[in-house]
């Protein structure tokens, strides 16, 4: 029988119809047998629903039950009833078989309804039972039980999930509705009573755990959701793994509790209020090791990371425990970092995989989320090393305080990566611990949205807020987000509801600004005694085994305490995150002090540069105005020359050739913002197809990966910077649209790479390509300000050092990070190369130019690329003011672009015998030996420093006290350039022109400082 088909064929009939039909002859049918029925049409009345029987049939039947219900067999009277009272047909038969047992769930089965059935009605009430499991299904979180403290200020509507509120009323209750099909409540059944379907959907939804995810657009990732927590009984666990959790749990709260005795005047932002996190992560991580993941970087904040460290990352309890001595020498170079900063690096065997796992947990400042991107960075790097092109094997985790996920910007940025091509890393699992206030802010002044979690929803990320007084129920979301990551990854949140029992740190007090919060946390029993009174109640444990337990962990840590206490010298190197094994000595130590020749070979030259002007693929149409910019660099491979772009094409295509990737990545860095690097080719008639010529310089050679990224600055930087930590085999740069813009990643730049191998002990090569100079474009896009660059070296302009052997190499390694603003193309291809070829890595920023691009003059000859040529720290006049040097009156220095202005100028003038014009392409390091060298040839000259930035920006205040160093004070250093000035740069053309022609006055004016002091 067609179901539907009857469903819909039994429609009411007004009063008069049914007068209608009942008063014309009609089938009956007794037990007996049918009256007046064709042979054809005759019904076993033992079974009344038959394959075939017609739809016509049923309407007489069912009209005949209407005239007598003794008409038609016990079934069919029991079928019709059903349906009357509201049944749906498919739960409204009842076999013959099962008639003379008490029915299951139907209501109403044995009753005959007196009015007619109404279809209207009926069909009303199975949507509004839809509508009310989806509105669990979107709304159930709102009524959750998720805060511990139960004083959550968010005020959800709670309407939709009430029955009345979907048409439905108490009179429903006990009806008995089909199941929709998006929907796992039933488990096996079909079709429930509404109370059941409501006490279903309640245990799936408005308990400990509150899930967001119908927002996603995806109909099989909302059903893979739906049956994690639908299922009926599907959060069990076993005995064993409730003493597992237990132990963890034990673990999480006596190392904070052990901390607070030993040392209860320091600061160590413990995790106390929160102490689920721990078991929280090592599911995550049992669960993704069994999926077959081999390594996973960590990225948090400052509380909770010592726990982390202890329990999770297993670092050594007396390291971590000698870190609270403030007698301990250090034994490292550099200022170090307090020990809720530091990182840790560790593989280790997991235990319910029985699998190996490598453990990363990245060092971070107070800056909270800034160690977002660079963790997602340094996880596709591993990825791609290891040919993990699916993200199967290494993936990361990032932990966020709830004040910080909603409030800081680069979150949203992160996650804005988490899906690109370039830089997904297949999925992050992202745990928020929700203390419900941020240092001494509530929700209501910390954000706009219900919940700190909401910047996720922009990624379709599922958010599993859970209750973390409960550790089963923090245990089985940490499992349902590792399997979600795993099957589908994808970015998911987890929300752990929580408090913080101390204040910010653990000398505040938090009584000032929340009282009534912390008279609550007072009273408020921890999760260790609420988890163990549960269990002992269900007999898992008993009190002797748990005290035993406790008593155990706390010998340990014990016994590390009074290891630590041997502990006279700290080694910041014990806490790496990203050591390079292969790359340093035993000791730490670079192999060798010395670097080679930077340069290549003719044919290489030619080889690439052929390359770099070609279409490597066949039937590749180009666009025409790209055939010309080929042609041209075709030329100039044949000239034996290269302008900027071409000298870029030679230290990347080498440096593949040698084996090591290159990754450049950036606003529009493809083509490049001024339309001069061409790197990817665009077909013109095939959409997406796209050629790399860089990748087919050599069978052998290692990949170049060049991508534009996202429009943002601070996340990006922070990715790329990751990256470079993977590896000291590559070539990571980071090219900003104009160099101005690197203010936006401000973060990145003062708190990772300026100080990061002092704080950290870890090197990183990373290089930072900044256009920069006065161009008359305005005061956004003419400075990369170099001062702020400049100011944070560390070397000392007052130090007078000894120029020995290798001394520009170990100048370079005693720095923190390298300066240049190159003037020629060959400049900038061995500063890249020697990138790569120093014996250690240092992080290299280069202010690259725009004008220059293109300038006839700024182009270089093959011969100062090829083997024995090297990166020129400064480069001297070569012209007629070398023949008599002492008749020189002026020794002009300067960087950058300033030089071809200065040069053009002085022959203009007739001048080229008597100003001298040095070129300092390397700032910092200050080359402090090559510029003593042209001063004490240039004997009688005056000595000025000439440059376009204003005079309280750009190298001024750098360079100044340097120079007049190496004359040991002696000779004046004067300054020719703008005045200065709060802005960059003038946005007036007519403006930029006078102040450029003003400033050559004076460079050219040999009396501008006569007489002056």
């Not at 009753?111 to 009303?124: F, K, S």
């Not at 009584?511 to 163990?532: A, D, E, W």
């Not at 000791?587 to 290549?600: F, L, R, V």
Request: proline residues 6%; hydrophobic residues 35%.
């Amino acid at each position: 029988l067609n179901q539907k088909t009857t469903f819909l064929r039994l429609r009411p009939l007004t009063g008069a119809q049914a007068a209608q039909r009942l008063s014309q002859p009609r089938l009956s049918v007794t037990t007996a047998g049918p009256r007046r029925v064709p042979p054809s049409r005759q019904l076993n009345t033992s079974e009344p629903f038959l394959n075939g029987t017609s739809t016509n049939y049923m309407e007489e039947m069912y009209y005949a039950w209407l005239e007598n219900p003794k008409n038609v067999h016990k079934s069919w009277d029991v079928f019709f009833r059903n349906v009357n009272a509201g049944v749906p047909p498919g739960a409204a038969y009842q076999s013959p078989s099962s008639l003379l047992k008490p029915s299951q769930g139907l209501t109403g089965a044995q009753t005959l309804v007196g009015a007619q059935p109404n279809i209207e009605e009926l069909v009303a009430d199975h949507l509004a039972v839809q509508s009310l499991v989806r509105a669990y299904q979107v709304r159930g979180h709102h009524i959750a039980k998720l805060d511990p403290l139960e004083i959550s200020c968010v005020d959800f509507d709670d309407a939709p999930c009430a029955i009345g509120f979907n048409g439905l009323n108490e009179s429903h209750l006990d009806k008995v509705f089909r199941l929709p099909k998006t929907t796992y409540i039933g488990g096996g059944e079909s079709a429930l009573p509404l109370r059941e379907i409501i006490r279903r959907l309640e245990m799936a939804y408005c308990q400990h755990i509150g899930v967001e995810f119908m927002f996603i657009n995806d109909v099989q990732q909302c059903h893979w959701i739906r049956e994690k927590f639908e299922t009926p009984g599907i959060m069990k666990f076993s005995l064993e793994e409730k003493r597992t959790l237990l132990g963890r749990v034990i673990r999480s709260t006596r190392f904070e509790e052990f901390l607070q005795k030993k040392w209860s005047s320091e600061k160590r932002f413990g995790l106390e209020g929160c102490e689920s996190l721990i078991p929280a992560l090592k599911t995550i991580i049992d669960i993704s090791s069994q999926s077959g993941v081999e390594s996973i970087i960590m990225g948090m904040p400052h509380r909770g990371r010592l726990n982390v460290l202890a329990n999770v990352i297993r670092k050594e309890l007396d390291q971590i425990f000698c870190q609270f001595d403030s007698k301990l020498e250090a034994a490292d170079e550099g200022s170090g970092d307090v020990k809720y900063h530091l990182g840790m690096y560790h593989r280790w065997l997991n235990r319910v995989s029985n699998k190996y796992i490598t453990m990363s947990l990245m060092a971070n400042p107070s800056h909270l989320e800034a160690v977002d991107p660079v963790v997602q960075g340094k996880t596709k790097a591993e990825q791609f090393y290891s040919g993990d092109a699916e993200g199967k094997r290494v993936m990361s985790i990032l932990l966020h305080g709830d004040a910080a996920f909603a409030g800081q910007g680069i979150v949203y940025e992160t996650f804005h990566l988490s899906d690109l091509p370039s830089y997904t890393t297949h999925g992050t699992i992202h745990v928020v611990v929700n203390n419900q206030i941020g240092f001494t802010t509530d929700p209501r002044m910390a954000r706009s949205s219900p919940y700190p979690t909401d910047v996720a929803r922009v990624v379709n990320a599922p958010i599993f807020h859970v209750n973390a007084d409960d550790p089963e129920a923090v245990m089985y979301v940490c499992k349902v987000a590792a399997e979600w990551r795993n099957t589908f990854h994808k970015d998911v949140v987890v929300d752990l509801v929580c408090y913080r029992r101390n204040g910010h740190n653990e000398m505040d007090e938090p009584m000032f600004t929340q009282p009534l919060m912390y008279k609550k946390i007072k009273k408020q029993k921890g999760v260790l005694k609420i988890y163990v009174e549960k269990l002992i109640a269900e007999g898992v444990i008993t009190l002797q085994e748990y005290q035993e337990e406790v008593a155990k962990y706390d010998k340990i840590c014990e016994d590390a305490y009074s290891r630590s206490k041997d502990e006279k010298i700290l080694h910041i190197k014990h806490w790496l995150d990203s050591p390079w094994p292969d790359f340093f000595t035993l000791d730490g130590q670079p192999k060798t002090m010395s670097c080679n020749s930077t340069g290549i070979p003719e044919e290489q030259l030619c080889h690439i540069g052929s390359i770099a002007s070609s279409v490597p693929l066949k039937d590749f149409t180009i666009h025409g105005g790209l055939t010309r910019i080929l042609k041209s660099r075709a030329n100039m491979v044949s000239q034996r020359v290269c302008d900027w772009a071409l000298g870029e094409y030679m230290a990347f295509g080498s440096l593949l050739q040698d084996g090591i990737h290159v990754r450049l990545s950036g606003q529009d860095v493809e083509r490049g913002t001024f339309s001069h690097r061409h790197h990817v080719l665009h077909d013109q008639n095939v959409d997406k197809r796209i050629c790399i010529p860089m990748n087919h310089i050599s069978t052998s050679q290692a990949p170049y990966t060049v991508c534009n990224s996202s429009l943002s600055e601070y996340g990006v930087l922070g990715f790329e910077l990751g990256f470079a930590m993977a590896s000291p085999n590559a070539l990571v740069l980071w090219e900003a649209q104009f160099g101005d813009f690197h203010n936006t990643a401000q973060c990145i730049i003062d708190q990772f790479i300026s100080p990061g191998q002092a704080k950290w002990v870890r090197q990183n090569g990373i290089v930072l390509l900044l256009p920069h100079g006065m161009e008359g474009m305005g005061p956004e896009h003419s400075s990369a300000r170099p001062e702020r660059f400049l100011q944070m070296c560390n070397d000392d302009p007052d130090a007078s050092p000894i120029v020995t052997e290798d001394f520009a190499v170990h100048q370079l390694f005693d720095c923190n990070w390298i300066v240049v603003n190159c003037s020629t193309p060959a400049n900038y291809f061995h500063v890249l190369r020697r990138q790569i070829l120093l014996p250690f890595r240092k992080p290299l920023i280069v202010f690259t130019p725009k004008s220059l691009l293109r300038h006839p003059e700024a182009k270089s000859s093959f011969d100062d690329m090829l083997p024995g040529t090297h990166f020129k720290r400064i480069i001297p006049d070569d012209g007629p003011t070398t023949v008599d040097p002492q008749k020189v009156k002026r020794v002009v220095f300067c960087t950058g672009k300033v030089y071809y202005e200065l040069i053009r100028e002085r022959k203009n003038r007739g001048m080229d015998d008597a100003v001298a014009v040095v070129r300092i392409e390397q700032l910092s390091p200050f080359p402090f030996d090559l510029v003593k060298a042209e001063i004490d040839q240039y004997i009688n000259a005056d000595l000025v420093w000439c440059q376009e930035e204003h005079k309280n920006q750009g190298y001024y205040d750098y360079v100044k006290p340097r120079i007049s160093n190496t004359t040991q004070h002696r000779r004046p250093v004067w300054y020719v350039g703008r005045e200065p000035a709060a802005a960059p740069a003038t946005g007036n053309k007519h403006t930029h022109l006078v102040e450029l022609q003003h400033f050559l006055d004076t460079a050219f004016d040999l009396e501008a400082f006569s007489g002056r002091q």
